[in-house]
């Protein structure tokens, strides 16, 4: 695709010359993935704060609820403190702020590295580079793309806040904190995308600076209320924490975000003029003259290829599943005097005993989070194909079937891995609170893998996408974002149940405490494996991409 596609003449020989054109033809292309985002996470933030409005409608509830979560560490380590409980708006930012900075911070390192990084090993950038384009057009694109989607975000939960009541100062104040999580991380992405000739590696370094500044705020938290500790302070994520919205409102905090955008986005136009274009700075590890044995075969190739994502994965699982164990105790105390948060707990999980509905709860999130991966890892066939990847395996005497099962392979027993590693941490962290590990370990990983049956439905509806309309694969994540409204947060919402059933997690019985059907299960089995034959079918017959 050249520049006059997009109708836009350039002119000019500067290292920015073309920047105008591209960043229109990135906003073009992201039309839908940016403000599915967008939409996302106002959606969260909004229905956090009409959640808690309902709940905590008075200011001694709201005072009593802050000052019970900032008595759990491990409440802290997963939120942050609550640094007041005097409006709804003060307790939608700790419900929010630490959670969807790390999301806003995800949202830019996508978009800057598919904008730079991806663009140059797919060979577009290169076709770019042949017209009238200066050698940082392209990474000023992606970052005016980032600040775009970060600058539209802030906007709209800025105004959504203060249009249902809360104030102006505070509300601009949790938007700008998600924003500068974004634009901060976008300057690590533009460095890592210098670094590696891999997009999937440029991801996974700067995915990776993003969970150390997760766990960094997380530990600081814990072992303080105030957020004072230099671990939060260490972490891009606990100076967002420290503007404190609806809390003070610390706007000078912003100075060290900025400082910090300077920096990494000055690192990378610095970077960007040292490497050839489609290479990276750092050396690529030459393999071996010759392939091990163990690589003979698409099944073995599809473990070396999703296997880094597996185990990062399985990391992020132990921890979440160790969390929420952590909490399982303590969560009677917390919802003691508030029967409408119990309510909500049981809504959410189920009629069972209060423990037993917030880990049914918990599991259904660890569910989702599944199903992410399974998402993922299922549109990994997509962009093998359209990397022409597939090209030379299929050309030999590999069918398209066993290609696409060895990729198929993770989400139907890697999400089997994530549920084990999530139920076993979750089992062993509550088990060892309460004196019983023998009992609850068990229960907790029963009640993980339980959740596979409706994972694997939206792994096989991805699956019928890629094999049937694979230029609308990416509808995949807005499936996945539809379940998760519905089945996680549409009790709450009071949605519909027509709406409800929707999902295939609304489906699923109750676990741990609910009564057990195999029916469910068995049904879902079903749908997951109809639909994984219909995809598999409509890609053994259509046409490669490219072809």
Partial sequence: MSSTDVGVPVHGTGTATGTGVLTRLALRRDRIMIPAWVYALTTAVLSSCLSLEKLYGTLK????????MNVNSSLRALYGPAFSGESTGALTAWRMGCIGAALTGLMSILIVVRHTREEEESGRQELLSSGVVGRRAPLTAGLLTALTANAALALIVGAALTVLGQSVAGS????????????????????????????????????????????????????????????VWA???GWTENLRPFAGDRWWVLGLVAAFTAVTTGAGYVLVARRDLGAGLLPARPGPAEGAASLNGPFALAWRLQRGALYSWAAGFAVAGALYGSVGNSISGIVEDNAQLGDMVRRMGGPGALTDSFFATAMGLLGMLAAAYAVQSTLRLRSEETGRLAEPLLANAVGRVRWACSHLVFP???TLVLLTVGGVSAGLAYGATIGDISGRLPALTGAALAQAPAVWVTAALALVLFGWIPKASAAAWGIFAAFLLCGQLGPVLHLPQLMLDLSPFTHLPKAPGGHQEAAPYLWLVVVAAMAAAVGLTGFRRRDLAGD
Avoid: N, W
């Avoid at 150390?212 to 105030?226: E, K, Q, Y």
């Fill in 172 to 231: 601009a104040a949790l938007g700008l904190a998600l924003a500068a999580s974004g634009l901060m991380f976008a300057g690590v992405a533009a460095v890592t995308a210098q670094l590696t000739a891999s997009a999937r590696v440029a991801k996974g370094l700067a995915g990776a600076v993003l969970g150390l500044a997760f766990l960094l705020r997380a530990a600081g938290d814990a072992a303080s209320a105030d957020a004072a500790s230099p671990l």
């Fill in 61 to 68: 509830e709201r005072t009593d609820f802050a000052r019970g």
């Fill in 412 to 414: 139907a027993f890697g």
């Fill in 235 to 237: 972490s891009p994520l």
